[in-house]
């Protein structure tokens, strides 16, 4: 297949990790472009913490060079707050500035952010323009299908991202009051897809090879974004890749996936200290487990960690069951 660009910036593959708050973390997103995913995401960013210097918001921004290409996700409801926002997370050096319009979380649409912008068309352009204003690298919207069932403007939305400014568009197929539940409207994507001249990414349900691939056809889409079923699966977008190409999917063994699992947490204490990082493992070791014996115990098990030390003890439990 020929190869995969945002603006200038061009991608290792054609399935990119989501922006998923809580989980892409540095550590993770490195280990996702290890396994072949084409670009990842940083964690949601929030303009207005960036504005009153959040420590926390700046660690989130922090950008490696294994991981590239990397873009960093900011929201919020404020153009003018936006721009200040991408000026500052263009210090650390991202190849793509990312606005999320699409997060569905009440914290988030609540104070009129994420999927809530789907709701104010003018306001989105107004979002868009300001922050390619001040960026010299590409800027791309992460929206959902519509705010309900009653207001499926994807396509609207989309067009006006086009127009001012922003050269990609990633479309989750399900309103914002769906949140994750109900199957992925892939139709409305590919409705995007026909409405617009820049990428639209599809996003939504892609579990596997194969149904990235099917993903792609339906909706006419060049590429795919790769979210929860990445969680203790880094594997898939190396099996995405290879069953676009032809070649023959590669599955991880026990011991290979445990000690992936141990890497993971390994850089997260590396890069945030024992504590923090250990606490935050609890939730997302447990996609390693998904398909062994005695999968429930292990993920109760995981919600005990509390030290480095106990996921070493975990491998060699399971290994040796």
């Given at each position: 297949m020929t190869e995969a660009s945002?603006?200038?910036?061009?991608?290792?593959?054609?399935?990119?990790?989501?922006p998923m708050a809580g989980v892409t973390d540095r550590a993770y997103r490195e280990?996702?472009?290890?396994?072949?995913?084409?670009?990842?995401?940083?964690?949601?960013?929030?303009?207005?913490?960036?504005?009153?210097?959040?420590?926390k918001s700046e660690k989130l921004m922090?950008?490696?060079?294994?991981?590239?290409?990397?873009?960093?996700?900011?929201?919020?409801?404020?153009?003018?707050?936006m721009?200040?926002?991408?000026?500052?997370?263009?210090?650390?050096q991202p190849d793509i500035i990312d606005i999320n319009m699409g997060c569905p979380a009440p914290k988030i649409s609540g104070s009129g952010s994420g999927s809530a912008l789907m709701r104010k068309p003018e306001l989105v352009g107004e979002i868009v323009r300001a922050v390619t204003a001040v960026c010299d690298v590409p800027v791309t919207v992460k929206i959902r299908k519509g705010w309900d069932d009653g207001s499926v403007?994807?396509?609207?939305?989309?067009?006006?991202?086009e127009r001012a400014g922003a050269v990609a568009i990633t479309v989750h197929g399900r309103t914002r009051m769906q949140y994750y539940?109900?199957?992925?409207?892939?139709?409305?994507i590919r409705q995007v897809r026909q409405s617009v001249q820049i990428p639209v990414i599809a996003n939504g349900d892609v579990d596997s090879a194969q149904k990235a691939k099917e993903v792609m056809e339906r909706t006419s889409c060049d590429l795919v974004m790769v979210g929860r079923a990445s969680l203790g699966n880094p594997w898939l977008f190396g099996q995405i890749n290879a069953y676009l190409s032809g070649e023959k999917l590669f599955f991880p063994t026990l011991e290979e996936k445990l000690d992936t699992m141990v890497g993971q947490v390994e850089k997260m204490v590396e890069y945030k200290g024992e504590y923090i990082a250990m606490r935050q493992a609890r939730k997302l070791v447990i996609g390693y487990f998904k398909?062994?014996?005695?999968?429930?115990?292990?993920?109760?098990?995981?919600?005990?960690?509390?030290?480095l030390e106990d996921i070493y003890k975990l491998r060699n439990r399971i290994l040796n069951t």
């Open positions: 945002i603006g200038a910036v061009r991608l290792r593959s054609r399935a990119l990790l989501a280990l996702c472009m290890e396994h072949g995913a084409g670009c990842c995401v940083s964690e949601m960013v929030s303009s207005k913490a960036l504005s009153f210097q959040s420590k922090v950008i490696s060079g294994i991981e590239r290409p990397c873009g960093i996700q900011i929201f919020g409801d404020e153009p003018s707050c721009a200040e926002a991408a000026v500052h997370a263009m210090k650390n403007n994807a396509v609207e939305i989309a067009q006006i991202c539940k109900p199957p992925v409207d892939y139709e409305i398909g062994m014996k005695g999968a429930a115990a292990l993920r109760n098990e995981a919600g005990k960690l509390s030290a």
